[in-house]
């Protein structure tokens, strides 16, 4: 048997968007028994929905949008698209410490364009904890459905050194996720 990701990289030509399980278990470090996300999110060139653990099924209520001002989340945004259109509430949240008129300008916009395409959303800044655990708990508080965000704004190694909120958002397998590099 081959690598699964690397099976699941070459599939990806011919998927619109590619659907895993949150990666747990014991084959978690096994790369012939399990996939690496991170290399699958980084190489297929198509968004990866990472189903929750435990989910018995799925529904697309409230989605939560964690917006940072990259080419990633940008992406994910418009890869997300038929799912943020079938939403009943749509929320835009950034991690942000001290927010000045730039965070909110980037957050008005991107509430705009949501709106441009027919989709009603609220924007909210969330004081800094770890970007992802923030996330994660508001999704959370929200009871949000999906999680949508761009995927490795910075190095893989950085995050595996120092974290961040892709890594905390894989971890959080009890989240439907939708990301896009």
């Not at 081959?2 to 096994?30: C, M, Q, Y």
């Not at 989910?55 to 990633?72: A, H, M, P, S, Y």
């Not at 509430?111 to 609220?122: I, P, R, S, T, Y």
Request: aromatic share 8%.
């Amino acid at each position: 048997m081959g690598n699964p990701t690397r099976s699941l990289i070459e599939s990806a030509r011919l998927a619109d968007v590619i659907v895993t399980a949150s990666p747990e278990g014991a084959s978690f470090d096994d790369a012939y028994r399990s996939t690496d996300l991170g290399n699958l999110i980084l190489q297929a060139g198509r968004p990866a929905f990472v189903a929750a653990t435990n989910q018995e099924n799925f529904r697309i209520n409230k989605v939560l949008v964690g917006w940072k001002d990259t080419r990633e989340a940008r992406r994910a945004v418009l890869d997300a698209m038929p799912f943020l259109r079938m939403a009943q509430e749509v929320g835009v949240i950034t991690i942000d410490d001290g927010p000045t008129d730039q965070t909110w300008n980037g957050l008005d916009d991107v509430v705009a364009f949501l709106d441009m395409h027919g989709v009603e959303a609220k924007a909210e800044v969330f004081p800094e904890k770890s970007n992802g655990r923030t996330i994660a708990d508001v999704a959370g508080a929200m009871n949000a459905d999906l999680v949508i965000s761009g995927a490795y704004g910075h190095s893989r190694f950085r995050e595996w050194i120092f974290g961040g909120a892709t890594r905390s958002l894989l971890e959080a397998d009890r989240l439907n996720g939708l990301m896009s590099n």
